[in-house]
């Protein structure tokens, strides 16, 4: 059984190896790993149900985040981000740190919403990274705070796809994990703000404003600000009232928002052209997701996933505690979201035997992983960055050297977090 397992293990390592040699993307490597561990564990055949069931084992958390980007991209194209861009910065340019703090919340919406940093980088990155600039600040630094951000935004709540794969593994509900997950989050982004940003001049207005685009006339913080009062509404709705409120459930709670939205644009908007730019600029997370349920689906079915989980739940706690924060961003890095059911599974189930907290341990858990987005071979929100903000300097030396430090900060609170979950009970109620 277990030479069985390591088999196949090692036959899906050696062929996602072996197809990133020849520089197939991350999605087409985990499938054809996948479909080679199959044959192997099948003796020949195709398992083809099994691949058919795993890619559907996150159908609802594909819906979430292609429903919720569509909402992001209906405010962008209506002109509502740049109306809050231009706001704060009209408002606070004489006030610095009020100015960065109400930008840093500005960041954590777009990822928050959709559970992708890569989605912040592509609302509001270059907006958000032109007034950073006409404050004074270098363009190593601007490329690291709009990095960190937007990797804080990916694990903000309500959406934190790594929190939720790996509590759908484990059985366990997606349920307390707000109040964690936005205490570190916030904490993280705002650390990499004012550490980076926090000296410098006040904004450049005229400059800035003319960098900027400019909105409709007609926009205003009630057509900005109803639909997400809307979606705010539907989600509280079944807290407040559980036993009368219907399952609506995310998916369709953005769209209801997106409606809303649409209709208090101020301008006509080319509703079919925004989807579909959606759907294809989020093939990319859709594919992965998709693949990762197949890679799941089979290490299952062939054994591989319980010898991890058991080489896991072996290790000694001390050898866990002063590795994860290096283990996660790396395996992130790697395989991307792959890494929540994989690893994030057995090491729930490992600290709840211990004891733990699961849900403060997996929220802690939940912010480290997608500090591994500025790591290759995958790098998603890192090259989503430099190339959104045409970044010239050296990715390495210039780009990911100035974020170590505030990627370093939230490590440590993470970890901070899961060596004292007992005692941050507190903050599910616990």
Request: net charge positive.
């Amino acid at each position: 059984m277990f030479f069985h397992a390591g088999l196949i293990l090692a036959v899906i390592v050696v062929t996602f190896a072996v197809a990133k040699y020849f520089k197939l993307s991350v999605e087409l490597s985990m499938l054809l790993a996948a479909i080679v561990a199959g044959i192997v564990h099948a003796g020949g055949a195709i398992p083809v149900r099994h691949l058919v069931e795993g890619s559907f084992t996150y159908l609802d958390v594909c819906l979430i985040f292609i429903t919720a980007t569509f909402f992001m991209n209906l405010l962008k194209e209506s002109g509502g981000v740049a109306f809050m861009v231009r706001r704060i910065v009209t408002t606070f340019h004489k006030r610095r740190l009020l100015c960065l703090f109400f930008l840093t919340l500005v960041m954590l919406v777009p990822g928050a919403l959709t559970g992708a940093g890569a989605a912040t980088v592509l609302t509001v990155g270059t907006l958000v990274g032109t007034v950073l600039a006409y404050m004074g600040i270098s363009e190593n630094r601007v490329a690291a705070i709009i990095f960190v951000c937007a990797a804080m935004s990916a694990a903000a709540p309500p959406v934190n796809l790594w929190a939720m794969m790996a509590a759908a593994g484990s059985n366990m509900p997606y349920v307390g994990f707000f109040l964690p997950l936005l205490v570190l989050t916030v904490s993280g982004a705002l650390f990499a703000m004012f550490f980076l940003g926090g000296k410098g001049k006040t904004v450049e207005l005229e400059k800035a404003l003319k960098e900027l685009p400019t909105p409709h006339e007609k926009m205003n913080w009630l057509r900005v600000g109803i639909p997400f009062v809307v979606l705010i509404g539907l989600i509280m709705a079944g807290r407040i009232w559980p036993y009368s409120m219907p399952t609506v459930g995310l998916p369709l709670m953005f769209v209801i928002a997106s409606i809303s939205a649409i209709i208090l644009s101020p301008k006509k908007l080319q509703i079919l052209r925004i989807a579909t730019d959606t759907i294809h600029s989020l093939i990319p997370l859709v594919g992965i997701m998709i693949v990762v349920g197949i890679l799941i689906q089979i290490m299952a079915l062939s054994g591989a996933r319980g010898l991890i989980s058991l080489g896991v739940v072996t290790l000694p706690m001390w050898v866990l505690f002063s590795t994860l924060f290096l283990i996660l961003p790396i395996s992130e890095g790697l395989l991307q979201y792959a890494v929540a059911p994989l690893l994030g599974v057995p090491l729930i189930l490992l600290f709840n035997m211990k004891g733990m907290n699961p849900i403060i341990a997996l929220a802690a858990m939940a912010v480290m992983w997608p500090i591994g987005d500025i790591l290759p071979p995958t790098a998603v929100v890192g090259r989503a960055t430099v190339m959104e903000l045409k970044f010239k300097g050296h990715y390495y030396k210039d780009f990911l050297k100035t974020a170590l430090i505030p990627m370093g900060f939230v490590l440590l609170i993470t970890t901070l977090f899961l060596i004292l979950s007992n005692e941050l009970s507190f903050f599910v109620g616990g």
